[in-house]
């Protein structure tokens, strides 16, 4: 009977048919008569009892218009297992129906204010956000609670006992709902894990900056699933998993291979400033360090701030980055010119987006006309931050920097000749995509300026010298990490300058196990997408509107280009459709098309506040559907009506 109902539930999720296509199935044959389940953007499950129902979860709401066919009158409740907006985004559709509606106590204020969880101007401690770019997905209109649910609680309805569990991890207070079934259990149990011990998607559990915050109460929770050992598990996305008890413990097996190799691979926060740099020698101006004859560094005690220089025999620098210091950085410059000649500074060379490593450019160029340059490419992160929804951009960081004006840009490859130097700037990804490296041959050895890419002690052969493995960077391997691990390897330098004051002497064997580590990452995030290319449940940015901020007027028009992509080795159908609140339209309302094999298409629009709204910020979803399989409003974009 169990496989009969994997059978239909398949059959459904696999020909993606409209609502009208589909009906209420079995949820739980043999085991309990009166649970039916619904798929559109997530599995809606029903429990009947007479004329009456609750809903676990609502997805798109179509399965309102099928509940005649059950017998089903009335609903009375629907509970929610965490905040999603696939997972609630038919509530308007509830209007006539008037259930009571419960969802976690820990979530409230994202049902109930999803507007504070989105700003136009970002801060680096925003919660429930990766430096400034959110990792939760809140309705597009406010959702009250009639009751928060608290973990370990039960809810009554028609004599039955709800139990509920705490399952956070995928979701800042997820919750899993137990039912009884004779003697055992059955465990409606939201994004906590698919079948085959998979995740459903990524960023939700991207908590912090790639210390795993989210992944511990992740397999927490599929741990206490795993105790009250249920019969069958019904996630919030594809089939019903069986043998649950034994697929929860492979999943967090699972997780914890996929922990020892997603945490940065070298010592950060225990011996990292003892390895930092045990290269550069002292000078005659405290605070900096020497480490060749043209090479220059800052160098003190918890000396974490972004500061390499290459000093030419006239006395011109060159320097690469610069950021979180400001006052060692100008006082090292006095001494600079003071005791070792420096005659000013050209220029300094961004390596990547983050506003850290530019946060002091623009005071050195005010006071030294120091010229600030960057990758062609990276310059509109810092020009205009407020287009994106990327993690730590520089107008994130509260110092009164909105943006950034760049002077220069370079095309990957291109050479610099200064001051008797052939340098080159490279496009060099890893931590991000938007990043850059300069390299070229300096007192006799191949030096190449790496950025936050890579960090480590290479002489410590249990290092493998990652950064943080951050989504929100917009950072898919395969534009990051492992070109940077490719691109060090054909280059095999002498020496390597990380940012944060790092210095890597003879890093062959670290860049090695890098590249190893590259690849096995990418497995690790295999093994646990349920998805045909890992991409799509790692990528933040698979649909992404350009600016992510925008502003109209009331009456008046916001201007958006959408970028999709298509991961896949094969052309790719999608159809996207937008919706606002408060009566704003989108022209179009819905893009439909094919992108080829690993393209990305570019699809423009505008958005149509009416007049008369009120001023104020509202959330925009975009409801995405690829290849016939919909994802729900899982992407979005912020509109602020006023001046």
Known sequence: MRRAFRNIFFFLAAAGAPAAAQDLAPAAPGLEDNLFVWTDTCNAYVLRDGDAALLFDLGDGGLLEHLDRIGVKRIEWVLFTHHHREQCQGVPKLREWRPRIAAPEAERALFERPTDFRKMRPSLGDKFTVYGASYVRPPVEPIPLDRGLKPMETFPWH???????????????????????????????????????????????????????????????????????????????GPPVSAPARQLRQYIEKLRRFERLYLRGYGVNTFGAADQDPVSRPTPVPGLGRISRHLYKLRGPNQWANFGLILADSGRALAVDAGLDRKTLERVIEGMTEHLGLKGIDAVLVTHMHGDHILDAP??????????????????????????????????????????????????????????????????????????????????????FTGDNIFGYPEDPSQTGHEAVVAHNDAVLEEGYMVCADFLRRLQPDLMLGGHSWVMDRPAGLIERFWTWSRAMREAYRELSAEEDYRIMFDPYGVRAEPYRVTARPGGTAEVVLHVRNFKDRPQRHRISLRAPDGIAADPPVLEGTIEAGKTGTYPLRLLPPPGIKEGLRIVALDVTLDGKRYGERFDLILYVGP
């Open 363 to 448: 005071a050195l160029r005010e006071k030294h006309g120091t010229r600030i340059w960057t990758l062609k490419g990276i310059e509109d992160k810092f020009e205009h931050p407020e287009r994106f929804d990327f993690a730590a951009l520089v107008n994130a960081y509260g110092a009164g920097l909105d943006s950034v004006r760049i002077d220069r840009t370079f095309e990957p490859g291109e050479k610099l000749l200064w001051e008797g130097f052939t340098l080159t700037v490279d496009w060099l990804p890893g931590q991000t995509k938007h990043g850059c490296g300069l390299w070229g041959q300096i007192d006799g050895r191949r030096v190449i």
């Open 159 to 237: 004599g039955r006992e709800i139990l509920c569990l705490e399952t956070k991890g995928h979701s800042p207070g997820g919750m899993s709902y137990l039912l009884r079934a004779g003697d055992r259990w059955i465990a409606l149990s939201g994004d906590v894990m698919l079948d085959g011990a998979r995740m459903h998607y990524w960023p939700d559990s991207e908590w912090d900056y790639g210390f795993g915050a989210g992944i511990y109460p992740l397999a927490a929770g599929a741990g206490l699933l795993e105790h009250w050992d249920p019969i069958l598990l019904l996630p919030s996305h």
